[in-house]
């Protein structure tokens, strides 16, 4: 069986470019790294796990890249080819590909293949192939040319077979395909024709896979339907010109109307994945299906549409699903007939006090006197007793007093609050209740239906005892935050979103809204947690902090931006102007409340769009905490926070830039952001400056290091570097 898991959304697309918005998606150095080039001028590395680029190369304006960039995995190095001769090579420290490794060939180049443990291979559009080595060694060197004029590669793909690299393309000339079989050892190149399976069939797709000495070739063709033919690695007779065959192997994957196209890739040796139009309904659609039994597996409706490009490396596949590059994962298994007709049943560990799976029938019977007097049988029945009555009691009366969640969800449809809540301390008492964590999922959505439907009804003291169980998330109770907000119960929210991990963006910014929002007369009397607020310097006198003598750090010197000094001054004594909030501009409760909000996990794509419903009052609050707390990160020497668990540095910066991002118009129309801006404006310029500083120092380090002579110092020495 197959089955693809949740997407994630890896980065955005320009919008328009058709089949072609992208090159290609190719692995890099780690195993969760990818460089992505686009169709024009930009390479990119990201880490999936992080939805975030590791770094990002340009070639210069006028200059255009013409084939997907790869990692050189021998040496950890880039390589990618623009304006079709230039090839360029760079690592992850360089920083400008213009002054990168530069080497001009003398033909153009169609693809370059990489994989683990083998040397790069360079195909040319005139059908030649060379290893990148050698290619280096004499970038000018001849290619000749292999396939025929007007003969043009469709597509072609790099395979392994027993270590040994095997490079196979697909060529068309007026209707007609030829494939390509490129060996390395011995350097063999075969040449075969294809015949179509269906002569009104366009191949719109080709994918390939290594199966007993064959190349097993899978092409999707425009009537919806896969072919297959397997294309030997050698000829009997190299002078002889052989046609190969298709044959048809899945029929009807996707109508023939479909708007971008299709994409076929392989997973493994049983499974494909299609990307096109589904011909149940009128969406593209992402679908596995089994090749040994020819049934779907699964498949996934893309409402946003997609460009038809698809790419499978790893357990994962890469797609464009509107404006964005989408990563699922998925899962297959091998293929049986009973998981195809839904008849298998998963594998359990056997239970150590279940019964024996021999069944001596006569002795429940009681037929025959040899099992009726046996004292064993008679043994095994007692024992079968005992077994049963062990296991009943231990899912019943696990502990004495408490109570089971079947019992608890029937209580939940009628009775009181106070007897609600004094019945579920009782449940969570006993923590070994067979499958814990899904009863307490089901008590929880249990009240919180009920106070959905009854607008009186509201333990608030069971569900801040069921969160606190850590048995919650989000996941298992989806309604449980927005009934929170419904009730204003920033308590409760404030436990979620320090204890879920799984919360949607939506509803972050929903207790975002209801944190702003509430008085600070109602927080007096709610119970808030301050632990990310305790030690923070928050609500000092005014008198005090004009009094003290300001020793600025880290570079931030608001008074230097007023002179537009070249070299911020780093000491600042009490007669200068300090343009700084000097006290938080929020009780010390709501502060906790919006730390619970910074530390909370998002993806920015999805956050954004949020984020432009706050009014424009709660984003200039949210700002004015958020300068306070960037201020009294840049006062200590460790950019970090007093307190147990406070926001971080990033944190706080990240929403910053969202906030602003979301609300940049407003904010520069209305008078009240004006010195709010502007201070932010001050700060940001003194920090570059000195992370400007810092920079040349960790340059000047790296040099002294690099010029260093290894000598022996013996056991005590004194060195005096002078940084110029």
């Not at 998606?25 to 780690?30: A, I, L, T």
């Amino acid at each position: 069986m197959a089955a693809l898991r949740e997407e994630i959304a890896l980065c955005e697309v320009a919008a328009g470019a058709g089949r072609d918005s992208l090159l290609g998606v190719e692995p890099g150095r780690e195993a969760d790294h990818f460089l992505v080039t686009d169709n024009s001028r930009t390479v990119t590395v990201y880490k999936v796990s992080d939805q975030k680029p590791l770094g990002c190369w340009s070639v210069r304006q006028g200059q255009n890249i013409t084939c997907p960039a790869v990692c050189n995995f021998p040496t950890g190095e880039y390589v990618v080819v623009h304006d079709d001769k230039v090839l360029r090579i760079w690592k992850d420290e360089d920083v400008n590909l213009d002054k990168a490794f530069k080497a001009t060939l003398s033909a153009n180049v169609y693809r370059i293949h990489s994989l683990p443990n083998t040397d790069l291979v360079v195909l040319f559009k005139q059908g030649a192939v060379r290893c990148l080595d050698a290619l280096l060694a004499k970038p000018q060197q001849t290619i000749e040319a292999v396939i025929s004029d007007e003969e043009v590669i469709k597509w072609t793909e790099l395979l392994i077979e027993a270590q040994q690299p095997i490079l196979i393309f697909v060529t068309e000339k007026h209707g007609n395909y030829f494939v390509y079989v490129q060996t390395f050892h011995p350097h063999n190149l075969n040449k075969y024709a294809l015949l179509p399976g269906d002569e009104k069939s366009i191949p719109l797709s080709f994918t390939a896979c290594v199966q007993n000495r064959n190349v097993s070739l899978l092409c999707l063709g425009s009537s919806g339907c896969v072919y297959k033919v397997l294309v030997p690695f050698t000829k009997n007779d190299p002078k002889e010109n052989q046609t190969l065959l298709w044959t048809l192997l899945l029929k009807s994957v996707m109508p023939c109307s479909s708007r971008n196209g299709g994409s076929l890739v392989v997973l493994d040796g049983n499974n494909v994945a299609v990307l096109g139009t589904s011909t149940e309904v009128a969406k593209e659609c992402l679908s596995i299906w089994d090749l040994k039994f020819q049934t779907l597996q699964t498949s996934k409706e893309l409402p946003l549409g997609t460009s038809g490009q698809l790419w499978c490396h790893g357990h994962r596949l890469f797609l464009l699903h509107g404006k964005f590059l989408t990563v699922n994962p998925f899962k297959c298994e091998i293929s049986s007939l009973a998981s195809v007709l839904g008849k298998l049943k998963s594998v359990q560990a056997p239970d150590p006090q279940a019964l024996s799976t021999f069944v001596n029938w006569r002795t429940f019977q009681g037929e025959g006197p040899e099992f009726q007097d046996s004292e064993q049988s008679v043994s095994s029945k007692e024992q079968m007793k005992r077994v049963l009555r062990t296991r009943k009691n231990n899912d019943t009366r696990c502990k004495p007093g408490a109570l089971t969640a079947e019992q608890l969800l029937s209580d939940i449809k009628g009775a009181s609050k106070k007897h609600i809540e004094e019945q579920v301390p009782k449940f969570l008492s006993n923590t070994q209740t067979p499958d814990f964590q899904i009863s307490v999922g089901q008590i929880a959505t249990g009240i919180v239906s009920r106070c959905k439907v009854e607008s009186t009804f509201y333990p608030q003291k069971s569900l801040v005892q069921l969160v606190r169980t850590q048995a919650l998330s989000y996941s298992l109770c989806p309604d449980l935050m927005m009934v929170a907000i419904g009730k204003t119960d920033v308590h409760l929210l404030q436990l979620c979103l320090q204890q879920f991990p799984d919360i949607p963006e939506p509803v972050i910014c929903a207790c975002l809204k209801t944190f702003l929002s509430i008085s600070d007369d109602c927080l007096e009397g709610i119970n808030v947690t301050t632990d990310s607020v305790s030690e923070h310097p928050c609500i000092e006198p005014k008198e005090k902090i004009e009094r003290q003598t300001k020793v600025v750090q880290n570079g931030f010197d608001p008074a230097s931006v007023e002179e537009k000094s070249g070299a911020p001054q780093l000491i600042q004594t009490s007669d200068s102007k300090i343009d700084t909030p000097a006290t938080c501009p929020i009780t010390a409760k709501r502060a906790a409340l919006l730390n619970a909000i910074l530390q909370s996990a998002y993806s920015e794509t999805f956050l954004l769009p949020h984020l432009k419903d706050l009014t424009a009052q709660h984003v200039i609050l949210f700002l004015q905490y958020l300068h306070f707390l960037y201020v009294k990160c840049s006062e200590n020497v460790s950019m970090t926070l007093p307190g147990p668990c406070p926001p971080t540095l990033n944190q706080i910066m990240d929403w910053i830039c969202l906030l602003l991002d979301a609300h940049f118009a407003v904010m520069v129309m209305i008078p009240e952001a004006k010195e709010l801006l502007r201070n932010l404006y001050m700060f940001v310029k003194d920090q570059v400056w000195v992370y400007s500083e810092l920079n040349k120092m960790e340059g000047s380090w790296k040099e002294l290091q690099r010029l260093r002579r290894e000598t022996n110092l013996g056991f005590y020495c004194i060195e005096v570097h002078e940084l110029f």
